[in-house]
């Protein structure tokens, strides 16, 4: 049985891959969103959560509608009751 070769990053080197602060990824950690490992007082992160994180993290096309949408076109209108 061959045992993969696990690349470890420490928590500098992984919030600089995603573009965040170590402060961010330590809540990250802490919310459970990103596994991290403890060895003494040391935390790391495998190379392969952090990209598995970065997948699950992708927008599908179509999630951000509702942030641009046009908010100058008028609203359909109600017909009122008589």
Same mark, same amino acid.
């Not at 990053?9 to 802490?30: M, W």
């Given at each position: 049985?061959? +045992?993969?070769?696990? &690349?470890?990053?420490? *928590?500098?080197?992984?919030a600089?891959?995603? =573009?965040i *602060? *170590? +402060?961010?990824?330590? +809540?990250?950690?802490d919310? =459970?969103?990103i596994?991290a490992?403890?060895? =003494? +007082?040391?935390?790391?992160?495998?190379q392969? &959560?952090v990209?598995?994180?970065?997948?699950?993290?992708?927008?599908?096309? =179509?999630?951000?509608?509702?942030?641009?949408?046009?908010?100058?076109?008028? &609203?359909?209108s109600?017909?009122?009751?008589?």
């Amino acid at each position: 049985m061959s +045992r993969q070769e696990i &690349e470890w990053l420490s *928590t500098r080197e992984a919030a600089r891959q995603l =573009g965040i *602060t *170590t +402060r961010t990824l330590y +809540r990250l950690i802490d919310s =459970g969103q990103i596994p991290a490992y403890k060895f =003494g +007082r040391v935390i790391r992160l495998q190379q392969h &959560e952090v990209d598995s994180f970065v997948q699950a993290a992708r927008i599908e096309p =179509g999630e951000l509608e509702h942030l641009y949408a046009d908010s100058s076109a008028p &609203e359909e209108s109600v017909p009122e009751e008589p």
